[in-house]
């Protein structure tokens, strides 16, 4: 995801969106200064309801610009967290 993403909290407000949801997964900053997250949740809705908070920006500082959604193979993830 592009946008205002880096450098405005966009990750920890990510992960909280997450905890809200109960979604499982990953966030991290990329060099490009993009973010990608890794995300699951038990019902596709669910899901659907994170990435719609996502793409409005879970920080009032940040601004997503492009977001793509790629279906990844599952992973059992037991918890959503911030990596570098």
Known sequence: MTGRVQGVGFR???AR????YHVTGWVKNNPDGSVTIR???DH???????IAAIKRSP??????????????????????????
């Not at 969106?17 to 809200?20: E, N, Q």
Request: proline share 9%; hydrophobic share 40%.
């Open 39 to 41: 995300a699951q949740a």
């Open 44 to 50: 596709q809705p669910i899901l659907d309801q994170f």
């Open 59 to 84: 920080t009032p500082y940040g601004h997503v610009t492009e977001l793509t959604v790629q279906p990844q193979p599952v992973e059992t993830f037991k918890k959503f967290r911030i990596t570098d």
């Open 12 to 14: 920890w407000a990510t």
């Open 17 to 20: 969106v997450a905890a809200r």
